[in-house]
Nanobody, 123 residues
Framework: QVQVVESGGGLVQAGGSLRLSCTAS????????MVWFRQAPGKEREGVSC????????YYADSVKGRFTVSRDNAKNTLYLQMNSLKPEDTGMYYC????????????????WGQGTQVTVSS
């Protein structure tokens, strides 16, 4: 049974920071590229960041580039998203997901999803 669990969301003022965490079990963690998605109310889900199996390659949506940093600790089966200089438009449900491949190619399509953690940024 594969289980993916996010944590670290909350309410923060614009300009502040949060660090999201994601722990995965039931899979060989370093076989999978990992992806962060987010979804605002009434909007479609969008890819935020992707990181390859070793952490050697990282990718970001243009809207978060320079503000967010993705990392992973394979010894702990844990993925992180450091979110700095937060803006109200960053508000949404953030999802952690595992790809069924080693690298972040093409669409970042995942196989396994977490339940999400809410991030709300006030102005």
């Amino acid at each position: 049974q594969v289980q993916v669990v996010e944590s670290g969301g909350g309410l923060v003022q614009a300009g502040g920071s949060l660090r999201l965490s994601c722990t995965a079990s039931g899979l060989t963690f370093d076989d999978h590229a990992m992806v962060w998605f987010r979804q605002a109310p009434g909007k479609e889900r969008e890819g935020v960041s992707c990181i390859s199996w070793s952490g050697g390659n990282t990718y970001y949506a243009d809207s978060v580039k320079g503000r967010f940093t993705v990392s992973r600790d394979n010894a702990k089966n844990t993925l992180y998203l450091q979110m700095n200089s937060l803006k109200p438009e960053d508000t949404g449900m953030y999802y952690c997901a595992a790809r069924d491949f080693f690298i972040c190619s093409g669409s970042w399509n995942p196989r396994y999803w977490g339940q999400g953690t809410q991030v709300t940024v006030s102005s």
